[in-house]
């Protein structure tokens, strides 16, 4: 039996390819849902459009410091795997909840196995660098999106039982890319090409009241309608500060409540340009087309920044919020043929599945 482990959005999106293949091919699955992202918005509606295999378990460990969330995840993953037993436990990508998930796994002898291993930004006071490296180290297997994250692992010592196999979030953006199940352009008037998709969540633009100020600041200079599904986080930083009336006053933006996956695919594929801080929509604007700026300091997808898909906005530099603002008005000529195969062919969670029948004879 296989344990998932998940707890925000990008991981309902890893999760569901895998899940589904190993669903089609009659595994026994037990689905463990931190909690980490609790609005309904940003959990439910994605079990749901997605078709994964609704929680057999809600931890309900909710928002928290980073000591709290993954030390509440932590106790109750434990009387999980203490519950299931499962075979090995599957980990995505670098949240707490996956770190907490590897510390706990680990200390019960569960094989782990780790979805789009191999990411390093080189910087350790990035929390999801930490637990990247944690959860890297403690895994038995290692399946990377990317060459790039490869050759991360054999620089750190890491090179038994590493897969390249592509990315997960491909698969699924290619089963539900002609879904049409979007309808979040016509329920607020937008136009294909007409609007910059706005994603904004992360520490490092939302923990002091000065950084907020010169995101809206930059908002205020931008000459293109922005289209923002707002993070329940970074709604609540807002009001903290005493920010959000200022941000809704702004005519151009339109705030949105948060968006299930197929509106979200719909905004970003008919958006002009991405504006994000998030590392799964930088990631996601290749694979929609759309060229993004980044709005943290870090080199998440290193081929993509070779290749100028992805840029980075330093807020405390006036030339980097020049070339933003310039970049917002450059004619739209997304193409994603000019990178093949970056990211695979959108078979990822087949040739998983694939080892892992191997590996564990499930």
Request: charged share 25%.
């Amino acid at each position: 039996m296989i344990m998932h482990i998940v707890g925000n959005r990008p991981q309902f999106i890893k999760l569901a390819p895998v899940s589904k293949e190993l669903q089609r091919r009659g595994y026994r699955q037990v689905v463990i849902h931190t909690g980490q992202h609790y609005d309904e918005n940003m959990s439910e509606v994605f079990f749901e459009e997605l078709g994964i295999l609704k929680p057999d378990q809600n931890l309900g460990i909710g928002s928290g410091t980073h000591a709290q969330m993954t030390g509440r995840a932590m106790i109750e993953i434990e009387k999980a795997l203490e519950d299931h037993r499962p075979d090995c436990a599957i980990l995505y990508g670098d949240t707490d909840s996956t770190l907490a998930g590897a510390i706990a796994t680990v200390k019960m002898n569960v094989p782990i196995v780790h979805i789009e291993a191999g990411i390093r930004t080189g910087k350790l006071k990035n929390p999801e660098e930490a637990n990247r490296i944690v959860t890297d180290h403690l895994s038995d297997m290692l399946f990377c999106s990317d060459a790039a994250s490869v050759r991360n692992l054999r620089a750190e010592g890491i090179a038994d039982h590493v897969y390249q196999v592509g990315d997960v979030m491909y698969d699924t953006f290619l089963q539900y890319r002609k879904s049409e199940g979007g309808t979040v352009l016509k329920k607020h008037g937008l136009k294909q090409d007409g609007y910059a998709l706005m994603t904004w969540h992360r520490q490092e633009n939302t923990h002091s009241r000065e950084r907020m100020r010169q995101i809206i600041g930059f908002l205020k200079k931008t000459r293109r309608q922005i289209v923002c599904p707002m993070h329940p986080g970074t709604r609540a930083k807002l009001v903290e500060y005493d920010l959000m009336e200022e941000l809704e006053e702004l005519p151009d933006v339109l705030i949105l409540p948060p968006v299930g996956y197929a509106d979200m695919m719909e905004l970003m594929v008919n958006a002009h340009i991405i504006l994000t801080d998030s590392g799964g929509v930088s990631k996601e604007s290749y694979f929609a087309g759309v060229k993004c700026i980044l709005m943290v300091d870090l080199n998440l997808w290193p081929d993509l920044m070779k290749a100028n898909w992805i840029t980075k906005l330093d807020f405390d530099s006036e030339a980097s919020i020049r070339d933003a603002l310039l970049r917002m008005e450059e004619k739209r000529d997304g193409e994603t043929a000019v990178l093949p195969d970056i990211y695979g062919r959108g078979d990822a969670s087949e040739r998983i599945a694939d080892i892992l029948e191997r590996a564990y004879q499930l």
